[in-house]
């Protein structure tokens, strides 16, 4: 795991883990790659298939936070939340970048966790 500022309101927690989502409660679930997540949204990639969101899409994510560093595979927290889409870059033609922001931020800053 790695922290990241990148001239933003909060840092970010670079983090790498899988992340589910989707355009509502009742499609089926995608995957994707965390790059890093904050309090306020999170990124991601994924296939730039058909289950690809566009910009201004709302979704809805699953995906988990270590609670420590030190033990950042066995003990995670769980959060669901649903959030538009800010942007979508492509890294190439198979691949996508996906920046969200939650519509109800984490109760927690995931920067911020124990070290």
């Not at 927690?13 to 790059?35: C, E, H, I, N, P």
């Not at 979704?59 to 030190?70: G, K, R």
């Amino acid at each position: 795991m790695d922290m990241t500022d990148n001239q933003r309101i909060e840092a970010r927690l670079r983090y790498q883990w899988t992340v589910l989502f989707a355009k509502d409660s009742a499609t089926a679930l995608a995957k994707g790659m965390m790059v890093d997540v904050s309090s306020g949204g999170l990124a991601f990639r994924c296939d730039a298939g058909k289950n690809c969101p566009s910009v201004g899409q709302q979704l809805v994510t699953q995906f988990d936070i270590p609670n420590s560093e030190q033990d950042e595979y066995s003990e995670t927290t769980t959060f669901t939340r649903s959030g538009r889409v800010l942007r979508v870059d492509t890294l190439n033609p198979f691949l996508r970048h996906v920046a969200i922001q939650f519509d109800e931020p984490l109760p927690i800053k995931p920067c911020e966790i124990e070290h």
